[in-house]
């Protein structure tokens, strides 16, 4: 079987040089321009370019009720951007003319008044944009933002919710779904703020038993996440009317933007403002008559912008139906009115990304590093933020070492190293069995404490060793061998459960 190989990633010790040079603003030179100027020719990376105004359908009563479902997978104010992406897109689709009844939010709600937020009550999702926070509904948060909520609330379940306002998707077969998903994630998993994390397995069966109630004619995922691609590779069926597009391929990282240190984003913010794929979209939309753009026009725009630098970026990918990338995308999150004149190819370009992009599993570090930096010398601030810097460091130093130690103890010190790093070729699913992949998960954590956020990038690596044929007797002996015991620190606790 041909394998492709991934790397980890740079040596800690490099990161951290990195860091230090994330505040220089000649860096944008790389770039050059503030803008992208995309390709006009209508036989382009756009296929047919813009339709002209006759090509436009404008019949709003065909088409069925729109209903949405944001969700922000994160908590903690390192991980802004993904609250602010949800906020943003509930602008978005508030503006479009999607009624407030058909639009169900997820989100932790903790950035808003966060004590480290410099304009409380107010969130931003690019340095120059006005609050995305207000009137946002708050359906589920806290700890009702949970992966059975997110299912019971998509298969009009509304018994089955638990807390929240009790919202579902209550649709029928005409309608038309848009779900919007923002957050950290690894090789066939996405992240929650609670536990357990949402599975691909478990997404795709939830997603089937949609389409087996009728209860949609058809359904667009917009997701956002590292190695998003996983969550649809393989493993989404032809024939449920369903068009997937996710910020990066199966096994790299996805990105966030308007960060700290970037010329333009206001020095009171030490975090980043927004993720590159989900604003791209956003800004995207923000921009177009969208009864004129189609699902696939849009997703080569996005494209283009996330992966357009040499440095940094993703593969945008898209999954599913692909008849369905034909419509316009006023079809799942409606359009502004002030744009109803804008046709034509002419507008064609989308503002560069930021020139201090950062991966995604690196801006909870970027985050401390910068209230390290800002902190005075001496101060109660400084100390507290020296700590949460080195917790973090430590957690990960803690993750790779085990995870590299348990995979020599199971297949031996030559060949450990290289079975952690196996990619399966594209459009094979992750892995063959999910329930075992679940509990080599679970057994790691009993040993050696949780995965969090930044521990999901080993998720392909418990792919490996599960597909390897290793069972959990055998996972929990090479576990307690490598991990004596679970770190003091918060990343690693367990006292909110079990990630799988």
Aim: contains cysteine; hydrophobic residues 35%.
């Amino acid at each position: 079987m041909m394998v492709r190989y991934y790397t980890v990633g740079a040596p800690l010790v490099i990161l951290l040089l990195l860091l230090s040079l994330l505040v220089n603003s000649n860096s944008r030179e790389i770039i050059g321009d503030d803008l992208i100027k995309l390709p006009s020719d209508h036989n382009s990376i756009l296929e047919i370019g813009f339709p002209k105004s006759n090509d436009i359908d404008d019949d709003d009563d065909t088409i069925g009720t729109k209903w949405a479902v944001l969700i922000a997978g994160s908590n903690g104010y390192w991980n802004y951007r993904h609250q602010a992406d949800v906020c943003h897109a509930y602008q978005l689709l508030k503006r479009g003319g999607v009624k407030d009844e058909n639009i169900i939010v997820f989100m932790y709600d903790d950035i808003a008044y966060n004590e480290e937020n410099p304009r409380p009550g107010v969130v931003i999702n690019n340095p120059f944009g006005t609050d995305v926070y207000a009137g946002v509904p708050k359906d589920y948060t806290g700890e009702d933002v949970t992966v059975d909520n997110f299912f019971a609330v998509l298969l009009g379940n509304k018994t089955a919710t638990t807390g929240g306002s009790g919202k579902v998707v209550d649709s029928g077969p005409n309608d038309h779904i848009f779900i919007f998903y923002s957050d950290h994630g690894g090789s066939g998993v996405i992240g929650m703020p609670t536990y357990p994390y949402l599975y691909a397995d478990d997404l795709i069966d939830t997603l089937q038993k949609k389409h087996a109630l009728g209860a949609y004619k058809s359904l667009v995922f917009y997701l956002e996440s590292c190695e998003s691609g996983s969550m649809f590779e393989g493993i989404l069926p032809d024939g449920l009317n369903i068009y997937a597009t996710t910020a990066s391929n199966a096994w790299e990282s996805s990105w966030g933007t308007y960060c700290p240190g970037e010329d333009h984003v206001p020095p009171e913010y030490d975090t980043c403002l927004g993720d590159l794929y989900s604003v791209s979209w956003m800004e995207d939309s923000e921009k177009r008559n969208l009864r004129a753009e189609t699902l696939k026009q849009q997703y080569e725009l996005v494209k283009k912008r996330t992966g357009s630098d040499m440095f940094y970026g993703s593969n945008v990918m898209e999954y599913g139906d692909a008849d369905l990338n034909k419509e316009k995308v006023y079809v799942y999150i409606g359009t502004n009115p002030a744009n109803d004149n804008i046709t034509g190819v002419d507008n064609n370009i989308l503002p560069s990304s930021s020139s201090v992009a950062v991966n995604q599993r690196d801006a909870d570090l970027l985050h401390f590093w910068h209230k390290l930096r800002k902190a005075p010398e001496g101060s109660s601030r400084k100390v507290e933020a020296q700590k949460k810097f080195s917790e973090a460091i430590s957690h990960r130093v803690h993750l790779d070492d085990s995870i590299e130690l348990i995979a020599k103890l199971l297949f031996g010190i030559e060949k450990g190293s290289e079975m952690l790093h196996i990619v399966r070729p594209a459009g094979e699913p992750l892995v063959d069995d999910w329930k075992r992949l679940k509990a080599l998960v679970r057994t790691f954590e009993v040993h050696c404490g949780s995965l969090s956020q930044y521990g999901m990038k080993h998720m392909r690596s418990f792919a490996n060793i599960c597909n390897a044929g290793i069972t959990p007797e055998k996972m929990a002996i090479a576990s307690e061998e490598a991990c004596p015991s679970i770190p003091a620190n918060p990343w690693s606790s367990l006292h909110r459960g079990f990630s799988a």
